[in-house]
Nanobody
Framework: QVQLAESGGGLVQPGGSLTLSCSAS????????MGWYRQAPGKQRDLVAA???????NYADSVKGRFTVFRDNAKKPVYLQKNSLKPEDKPYYFC????????????????WGQGTQVPVPS
């Protein structure tokens, strides 16, 4: 079983920057994809950025050029550096992982963190 723990959230003024981190723990041999989703109250959860262990990165159009997702290797924390934050940026961020090998078994379903808040007042 994988546990995810996010940190780094907090109130940010428009135009400000913040970096979130997410650590995975448990009996993990390899994690294929680590990334971030975000959500506004009452809205669906949308992909922000994802990073594969081979270095491929995917961003939502709304964050391209402002956000950067990075990780050191297949098992270390994943980070989301956010610049030029806007009030319309959804405030709840969730770390996720998928494509995990744990105790010799491949797990294709995603695991989620509890979420962290990054409100940007208007």
């Amino acid at each position: 079983q994988v546990q995810l723990a996010e940190s780094g959230g907090g109130l940010v003024q428009p135009g400000g920057s913040l970096t979130l981190s997410c650590s995975a723990s448990g009996s993990i041999t390899l994690i294929n994809v680590m990334g971030w989703y975000r959500q506004a109250p009452g809205k669906q959860r949308d992909l922000v950025a994802a990073n594969t262990r081979t270095g491929s990165v995917n961003y939502a159009d709304s964050v391209k050029g402002r956000f950067t997702v990075f990780r050191d290797n297949a098992k270390k924390p994943v980070y989301l550096q956010k610049n030029s934050l806007k009030p319309e940026d959804k405030p709840y961020y969730f770390c996720y992982v998928t494509g995990i090998i744990s105790e010799g078994v491949f797990h294709g379903s995603p695991s989620w963190g509890q979420g962290t808040q990054v409100p940007v007042p208007s």
